[in-house]
């Protein structure tokens, strides 16, 4: 398994980023996959979950109306579109497919939510 993250960056509150995670070594279009991030001195959490065939999505409560997780099959890559961002969504994310009980994570991607 192997995913790859990146479209991180420093942006101002109020403002927008995508990230990517492309994904490559196993059968992308079978599993759901998810966003979750961690803030520094902080647990890791879920973000947001999309179904195998994006037909279904689910987001935490802290996220939910300015972000929103999506795929493309064809590419091996599950995005995560956030908007009106804030401060507190400042973390690393990373994306995470699970199977057969074992977590596979990415290197993760930085966001910072500074003015």
């Known amino acids: 398994v192997q995913l790859v993250e990146s479209g991180g960056g420093l942006v101002q509150p109020g403002g927008s980023l995508k990230l990517s995670c492309a994904a490559s070594r196993f059968t992308f279009s079978i599993y759901d996959m998810r966003w979750y991030r961690q803030a520094p001195g902080k647990e890791r959490e879920w973000v947001a979950g999309?179904?195998?065939?994006?037909?279904?999505?689910n987001y935490a409560d802290s996220v939910k109306g300015r972000f929103t997780i999506s795929r493309d099959n064809g590419k091996n890559t599950v995005y995560l579109q956030m908007n009106s961002l804030r401060p507190e969504d400042t973390a690393v994310y990373y994306c995470?497919?699970?199977?057969?009980?074992?977590?596979?994570w990415g290197q993760g991607t930085q966001v910072t939510v500074s003015s």
């Open positions: 999309i179904t195998s065939d994006g037909s279904s999505t």
């Open positions: 995470n497919h699970r199977r057969g009980g074992v977590n596979y």
